[in-house]
């Protein structure tokens, strides 16, 4: 067998010809290469470099600063609550999702009619634009005629401004993220237990198991390799909130509800530094890697074979 | 199950419903009173004010905004389909070296979130004239995309059997023929995943699309929707019709085609 996996007969004439395409094929990668070395690799790398000058954003002239901008991170009260901003979204949401999520699939999995319609109605917001979604609470959760205060009023409570509370709004965003994404982790947990033979759970049945010992020591461990994948996805996707909060709270009050994502779009575009909002990026390319290897990781491990 | 618990997991699943329609609900409500309406969402008005989609209509210039993001999400969703149909087929029937490294870089590329590199992103745009251009945005959402796909079609491939190729080479197809006609319709299941789960991401794009089409003529419906929304949002009731106007199609499309939508979004399981 040749080493491009043709187990051809390489006298054969016509398949010389099939073996003889072979580097050839190869071809057909380099437009797709073409343009992730364009799009994402270069600047990427140019990232890297604005981050180590003091570039506004659209003079010709800049100077280097070398890890100035770095170092001034440290020191910046504004990215300490910005960065624990973008933890709580990526790591909130991600448990939320995946625990209602379950939860979801674990209703959904008992075969009751109606199951299916139920699935769509979690699912539908899914392929709804985050920036609507984030409209759609911002209605409901807004201090003026929203429908939440309209409840605590009705119900004799005084009203709440939660976009105006900085831990609160946080909290919303959390909320509407979770809501908007949970149907994803709920399909995965769905085709995860349909392919849990019902045999396994028959012995554990018979063997004496309780229902809780079953899900504890069948259907979970079974369901780990959807775990991973759900929450992997989740955790990088938590990483990149923006339009949500866009939708919102617009980052605010001031900025105590920023994600790097947001901070960089108004360190670029409002104050004209390039250099420090390409820093951000870059350290959050970095956090993206360590939380989404780190859980693929811990996750992977807890993984078991039939 | 015993009927007890039946009913107590029927109860539970019409909770669930019911907890999430609601904001759809409401979202109804807010969108047909009539505007400066005092009472709460909650008690719809009877009488729809249909005004309130016409003026979001036109004031959010949903219109042509629609039309922008159809013709990005398409013409998107078609190349870096094909091309990445064509950078999965060597990945995947010639397993060299070299050929597993690009696989692995390419994978890679699924971890990088999109706004870690708007800043240079946007730099490069500028100097090669991109900024307000839809291409622009067409290549970045093919380009971002293209690591998904590469890795959902190499994974179809590898269950696709190499007499295939053979047989149509044997035949005297050519490589493109080989790959479009005889190996592309037995993928279709992937194809169908890949239209979706793209289809979905560039049709909703905001992260892209607010930084490089801020100019009115090019803007797609999200970014229409947030100049509107940060210009009138006194007019909550025009925007929530505007919010309703401009995710229908993709609804529309949902319902119809939900088989699809489901299986292939959990198999690319994109976002959140």
Same mark, same amino acid.
């Given at each position: 067998?040749?080493?491009?996996?043709?187990?051809?007969?390489?006298?054969?004439?016509?398949?010389?010809?099939?073996?003889?395409?072979?580097?050839?094929?190869?071809?057909?990668?380099?437009?797709?290469?073409?343009?992730?070395?364009?799009?994402?690799?270069?600047?990427?790398?140019?990232?890297?470099?604005?981050?180590?000058?003091?570039?506004?954003?659209?003079?010709?002239?800049?100077?280097?600063?070398?890890?100035?901008?770095?170092?001034?991170?440290?020191?910046?009260?504004?990215?300490?609550?910005?960065?624990?901003?973008?933890?709580?979204?990526?790591?909130?949401?991600?448990?939320?999702?995946?625990?209602?999520?379950?939860?979801?699939?674990?209703?959904?999995?008992?075969?009751?009619?109606?199951?299916?319609?139920?699935?769509?109605?979690?699912?539908?917001?899914?392929?709804?634009?985050?920036?609507?979604?984030?409209?759609?609470?911002?209605?409901?959760?807004?201090?003026?005629?929203?429908?939440?205060?309209?409840?605590?009023?009705?119900?004799?409570?005084?009203?709440?401004?939660?976009?105006?509370?900085?831990?609160?709004?946080?909290?919303?965003?959390?909320?509407?993220?979770?809501?908007?994404?949970?149907?994803?982790?709920?399909?995965?947990?769905?085709?995860?237990?349909?392919?849990?033979?019902?045999?396994?759970?028959?012995?554990?049945?018979?063997?004496?198991?309780?229902?809780?010992?079953?899900?504890?020591?069948?259907?979970?461990?079974?369901?780990?390799?959807?775990?991973?994948?759900?929450?992997?996805?989740?955790?990088?996707?938590?990483?990149?909130?923006?339009?949500?909060?866009?939708?919102?709270?617009?980052?605010?009050?001031?900025?105590?509800?920023?994600?790097?994502?947001?901070?960089?779009?108004?360190?670029?575009?409002?104050?004209?530094?390039?250099?420090?909002?390409?820093?951000?990026?870059?350290?959050?390319?970095?956090?993206?890697?360590?939380?989404?290897?780190?859980?693929?990781?811990?996750?992977?491990?807890?993984?078991?074979?039939? | 199950?015993?009927?007890?618990?039946?009913?107590?997991?029927? /109860?539970?699943?019409?909770?669930?419903? /019911?907890?999430?329609?609601?904001?759809?609900?409401?979202?109804?409500?807010?969108?047909?009173?009539?505007?400066?309406?005092?009472?709460?969402?909650?008690?719809?008005?009877?009488?729809?004010?249909?005004?309130?989609?016409?003026?979001? @209509?036109?004031?959010?210039?949903?219109?042509?905004?629609?039309?922008?993001?159809?013709?990005?999400?398409?013409?998107?969703?078609?190349?870096?389909?094909? !091309?990445?149909?064509?950078?999965?087929?060597?990945?995947?029937?010639?397993?060299?070296?070299?050929?597993?490294?690009?696989?692995?870089?390419?994978?890679?590329?699924?971890?990088?979130?999109?706004?870690?590199?708007?800043?240079? !992103?946007?730099?490069?745009?500028?100097?090669?004239?991109?900024?307000?251009?839809? @291409?622009?945005?067409?290549?970045?959402?093919?380009?971002?995309?293209?690591?998904?796909?590469?890795?959902?079609?190499?994974?179809?491939?590898?269950?696709?059997?190499?007499?295939?190729?053979?047989?149509?080479?044997?035949?005297?197809?050519?490589?493109?023929?080989? !790959?479009?006609? #005889? /190996?592309?319709?037995?993928?279709?299941?992937?194809?169908?995943?890949?239209?979706?789960?793209?289809?979905?991401?560039? @049709?909703?794009?905001?992260?892209?699309?607010?930084?490089?089409?801020?100019?009115?003529? #090019?803007?797609?419906?999200?970014?229409?929707?947030?100049?509107?929304?940060?210009?009138?949002?006194?007019?909550?009731?025009?925007?929530?019709?505007?919010? /309703?106007?401009?995710?229908?199609?993709? #609804?529309? !499309?949902?319902?119809?085609?939900?088989?699809?939508?489901?299986?292939?979004?959990?198999?690319?399981?994109?976002?959140?």
């Amino acid at each position: 067998m040749s080493t491009n996996g043709y187990a051809v007969n390489r006298t054969a004439p016509t398949v010389r010809r099939l073996g003889r395409r072979g580097w050839r094929i190869n071809l057909l990668y380099l437009p797709a290469l073409a343009l992730l070395l364009t799009f994402i690799a270069y600047p990427f790398v140019r990232g890297v470099m604005y981050s180590l000058t003091d570039w506004n954003g659209f003079s010709p002239s800049y100077h280097w600063v070398g890890l100035g901008q770095y170092q001034r991170m440290l020191s910046d009260a504004r990215v300490r609550t910005v960065l624990l901003n973008t933890l709580v979204y990526a790591v909130a949401s991600t448990l939320l999702q995946n625990a209602i999520g379950l939860g979801y699939a674990l209703l959904l999995d008992k075969g009751i009619r109606g199951s299916a319609v139920v699935r769509t109605i979690v699912y539908l917001p899914i392929i709804i634009s985050n920036l609507i979604m984030g409209y759609i609470w911002y209605f409901i959760v807004r201090n003026n005629g929203g429908a939440l205060n309209d409840v605590l009023i009705a119900f004799g409570r005084d009203p709440v401004n939660l976009l105006a509370d900085r831990h609160l709004a946080v909290l919303v965003i959390v909320a509407a993220n979770t809501f908007q994404y949970v149907g994803v982790a709920m399909v995965l947990y769905l085709s995860g237990l349909q392919s849990i033979p019902r045999s396994c759970l028959e012995a554990a049945e018979i063997d004496g198991a309780s229902p809780r010992q079953r899900f504890w020591r069948v259907t979970l461990p079974l369901l780990m390799p959807s775990v991973t994948v759900s929450m992997t996805v989740n955790v990088i996707g938590g990483l990149n909130i923006f339009a949500v909060i866009i939708a919102l709270t617009g980052g605010g009050p001031g900025y105590a509800t920023s994600s790097l994502g947001t901070i960089m779009y108004q360190l670029y575009f409002g104050e004209q530094n390039a250099g420090y909002a390409a820093g951000l990026g870059v350290l959050m390319f970095l956090l993206a890697a360590l939380l989404g290897l780190t859980t693929l990781g811990a996750l992977r491990r807890r993984e078991v074979d039939l | 199950m015993s009927g007890s618990r039946r009913i107590v997991v029927r /109860i539970s699943l019409a909770a669930v419903a /019911i907890a999430h329609l609601v904001p759809f609900y409401l979202l109804l409500s807010l969108a047909t009173r009539s505007p400066g309406s005092t009472g709460t969402i909650w008690v719809p008005q009877f009488a729809v004010h249909w005004a309130n989609v016409t003026e979001a @209509w036109t004031a959010a210039r949903l219109g042509p905004s629609l039309v922008n993001t159809l013709v990005i999400t398409v013409v998107a969703v078609v190349v870096s389909a094909v !091309l990445g149909l064509c950078a999965a087929y060597p990945l995947a029937r010639r397993v060299t070296r070299v050929n597993s490294t690009i696989m692995s870089a390419i994978i890679a590329g699924m971890m990088v979130p999109n706004l870690t590199i708007l800043v240079p !992103l946007y730099g490069f745009m500028v100097q090669i004239h991109g900024v307000n251009h839809r @291409w622009a945005v067409i290549l970045l959402h093919i380009t971002f995309n293209l690591p998904l796909i590469v890795f959902l079609y190499t994974g179809a491939l590898r269950g696709v059997p190499r007499e295939l190729d053979e047989a149509a080479a044997i035949d005297g197809a050519g490589l493109f023929r080989t !790959l479009f006609q #005889v /190996i592309a319709p037995v993928l279709k299941p992937t194809t169908a995943a890949v239209v979706v789960i793209v289809g979905v991401a560039i @049709w909703n794009d905001f992260n892209f699309s607010v930084f490089f089409l801020q100019a009115p003529d #090019v803007r797609t419906v999200t970014v229409s929707m947030q100049a509107f929304f940060s210009q009138y949002n006194v007019y909550v009731e025009r925007a929530a019709a505007g919010s /309703i106007v401009s995710s229908l199609p993709m #609804v529309v !499309l949902f319902l119809a085609l939900q088989k699809y939508f489901v299986k292939g979004l959990a198999s690319g399981a994109v976002k959140g």
